[in-house]
C-alpha cells in the first residue's frame, strides 16, 4: 500500500485552476517534496490530502483511505505543520502539546508519555514550561513538529516548514525532519520554494508549477538529466543574438535565456568558456561575469518552465494582486 496515491487530482476556484490533473504515489517511509514558487498550488494540493479542502475532480487516498469518503479515518492517520504558526503564544509549550493531544482523545497517561517523548525529540524539554510568546522562531516551528508528531501518524504534511526562518535555523530544522523521516520511518510530504532544502531533504521531488508537476524525480537524477556542466553568463544588456549564436555551437546540450542572464550546459564546461567570450566579443556583447558549476534543481526549473522560480514568484504574486483588484472592483 501507497502512503498517497492520487490520480488527477483537480482543484479549481472559480475559473481559476489551482491544481491541475495531478498524478502522483508516495511510497511508505519515503520523504517527498512538493518543489515550486509561491502560488504554485503546493499548498492546495496539502490541503485535499488532508481533507481541509475539497476534490474538484480526481481521487487521492492517504494510507488506503480515501480523502472524499473517508475523511474521519484520513485525519486519525496524518499530522500536519501548517505554513502559517497556528501555536498559543498564552500558553507554554507542554500545555500546547496537551491542548492538541485532548482533541484527538488521548488519555492523560498517554498524553504524558508522549509529551515527554516528542518534547525530547525536538530538543524542547528544558523549554517545556516556558511561554511560548518568549519562543524564538526556531523553536516555535519545532514545537509545531513535534504538535503534528503527538497523534503518532503515519503521514506527517509539512507546509513550508522554514518559511521566514534564518538560514542557520533553517538548517537545524532540516536536521530535525531527516531525523524524524529516518529514525521513526514517518512518511513526510513536504511543500518548500528553497531549491537547498528539497535537495537536501527528499528522497524524491516533484516541481510544481502553475498547479501542473511538470517533473519528478529524485534530486540527483533531475539534475543530471541535464547533463553536463552549466554556465550562467550575467550580461551587462539582454542579448538574442548572442543566444543564437551559442546554441548552434555542437558542445551547447541545451541552452534558456532570462532577461540580462543566459545558462547553457555542456561536458567540461570550462574548455568552452574561452569560446564563449570570444564569440560574445564579436558580437560587441558585453559580460559582466560567468559562473561555471554543476547543474542545480534552479537550473532544472529554469529548463522546464524558461524562467527561475523567483520570477514565477514575482509574476505569482502580481497575479494574485491583479485578482485582488478586480474582486474588490466588482464589490
Known amino acids: 500500500m501507497k502512503a498517497i496515491n492520487t490520480t488527477n487530482l483537480t482543484r479549481k476556484f472559480g475559473n481559476f485552476t489551482a491544481v491541475d490533473k495531478i498524478s502522483f504515489q508516495v511510497k511508505q517511509g519515503e520523504l517527498f517534496g512538493l518543489l515550486g514558487p509561491n502560488g504554485a498550488g503546493k499548498t492546495t494540493i496539502i490541503n485535499m490530502l488532508s481533507t481541509l479542502l475539497k476534490i474538484t475532480s480526481g481521487q487521492a487516498q492517504v494510507n488506503g483511505f480515501d480523502v472524499q469518503t473517508q475523511k474521519n479515518k484520513v485525519r486519525e492517520s496524518i499530522g500536519i505543520v501548517f505554513q502559517e504558526p497556528a501555536l498559543d503564544g498564552r500558553l507554554t509549550g507542554k500545555e500546547n502539546l496537551d491542548f492538541h493531544a485532548r482533541m484527538y482523545g488521548i488519555n492523560k497517561e498517554e498524553r504524558r508519555k508522549r509529551i515527554k517523548k516528542v518534547l525530547k525529540l525536538v530538543k524542547l524539554t528544558d523549554k517545556a514550561d516556558e511561554l511560548v510568546d518568549n519562543y524564538s522562531g526556531g523553536m516555535k516551528r519545532r514545537l509545531e513538529i513535534a504538535r503534528g508528531l503527538i497523534q503518532k501518524p503515519k503521514v506527517l504534511f509539512l507546509d513550508e516548514p522554514t518559511l521566514g526562518l534564518d538560514a542557520q535555523t533553517r538548517r537545524s530544522i532540516w ?157
Request: hydrophobic share 30%; with cysteine.
Open 175 to 331: 536536521e530535525y525532519i531527516k531525523k524524524l523521516n529516518q529514525k521513526n520511518k514517518v512518511t513526510i510530504i513536504l511543500t518548500t520554494h528553497y531549491m537547498e532544502e528539497a535537495d537536501f531533504l527528499c528522497n524524491r521531488i516533484a516541481i510544481i508549477d502553475h498547479g501542473k508537476i511538470i517533473a519528478l524525480d529524485k534530486p540527483s537524477n533531475l539534475k543530471n538529466f541535464l547533463g553536463g556542466d552549466a554556465i550562467t553568463l550575467e550580461l551587462k544588456k539582454p542579448s538574442n543574438k548572442l543566444k543564437q549564436q551559442l546554441e548552434q555551437k555542437k558542445w551547447v546540450k541545451s541552452i534558456k535565456q532570462h532577461n540580462s542572464k543566459i545558462t547553457l550546459t555542456t561536458e567540461n564546461g570550462e574548455k568552452h568558456i574561452p569560446e564563449i567570450i570570444r564569440t560574445a566579443e564579436k558580437q560587441k556583447t558585453q559580460i559582466t561575469s560567468v559562473n561555471l558549476r554543476k547543474p542545480s534543481l534552479e537550473d532544472v526549473f529554469l529548463h522546464f518552465t524558461g524562467k527561475t522560480i523567483r520570477s514565477q514568484e514575482a509574476g505569482q504574486t502580481e497575479k494574485m494582486k491583479r485578482m485582488r483588484m478586480r474582486r474588490v472592483g466588482h464589490g
